[in-house]
């Protein structure tokens, strides 16, 4: 395997490491602190939970690939 690719494909495998570890982290967070608020909106509010939902995801997406990518080029710089 050729050097370049060899790094790309460790470079990946950091990334998805640190990309699910973070989610997980995410999960709960948001399930601790805000799991019996979600709940009490959607059994009363459905619309009101379907377009927050569509808001967390969308925001959670836009943040840790953020931070994905800042810790990535972190990880690239001092690999360098």
């Given at each position: 395997m050729?050097?370049?690719t060899a790094r790309t494909l460790r470079a990946f495998a950091i990334e998805l490491t640190i990309y699910a570890l973070l989610v997980v982290a995410?999960?709960?967070l948001v399930l601790h602190?805000?799991?019996?608020?979600?709940?009490?909106?959607?059994?009363?509010?459905?619309?009101?939970?379907?377009s927050l939902a569509i808001v967390l995801i969308i925001g959670q997406a836009v943040?840790?690939?953020s931070l994905t990518t800042f810790l990535i080029r972190l990880l690239r710089g001092r690999s360098e």
């Open positions: 050729k050097k370049e995410y999960f709960f602190l805000l799991g019996a608020w979600l709940y009490g909106l959607e059994i009363h509010h459905r619309y009101t939970y379907a943040l840790l690939e």
